[in-house]
């Protein structure tokens, strides 16, 4: 599994011009599922994605993490970021997941984050055509990708 994980004041995701889901102080996480990706990938991903020190502490050092603070996530599901350009242009992406199954990873990431503790875990909708509006805090941005642990 991959992710693109960025500090946000404030985040909200549209479909069709009608607000699907908001947050303030968080993070926004991108999340790619890939082909062959286990249970060990998800619980490892939502370790990171909930400890993640990103946030200030009261010296500004980034020493808090998204529970500590009690900031909320969007989590927006995103095959794309198994695209592969190393031949020409246009993107491959035969190594993500296919849709069932990504979504339903997607959808047990999201649930596991909650029960993880993260206060609020806001969600696109799975394979939508998605507007997010985000004010990038920082900015801060981290890849994280359970398979170079």
């Given at each position: ?11 909200c ?11 303030g ?92 503790g ?23 941005t ?8």
């Amino acid at each position: 599994m991959k992710a693109v994980i960025q500090r946000v004041q404030s985040a909200c995701l549209s479909v069709d011009g009608k607000l699907v889901s908001q947050i303030g102080d968080g993070l926004v996480c991108y999340l790619g599922v890939g082909k062959g990706d286990s249970e060990d990938d998800l619980r490892w991903l939502v370790k990171k994605t909930a400890g993640l020190r990103i946030f200030p502490d009261s010296d500004g050092k980034m020493n808090l993490s998204l529970i500590d603070c009690g900031f909320e996530a969007l989590v927006v599901s995103q095959f794309t970021l198994y695209g592969n350009v190393k031949k020409g242009f246009r993107p491959s992406f035969i190594d993500a997941e296919e849709p069932e199954a990504a979504r339903l990873m997607y959808e047990r990431f999201c649930s596991e984050l909650a029960a993880a503790g993260v206060k609020k875990v806001a969600t696109g909708i799975f394979a939508a055509d998605m507007l997010i509006e985000q004010v990038n805090n920082g900015p801060v941005t981290i890849l994280l990708d359970s398979q170079q642990t």
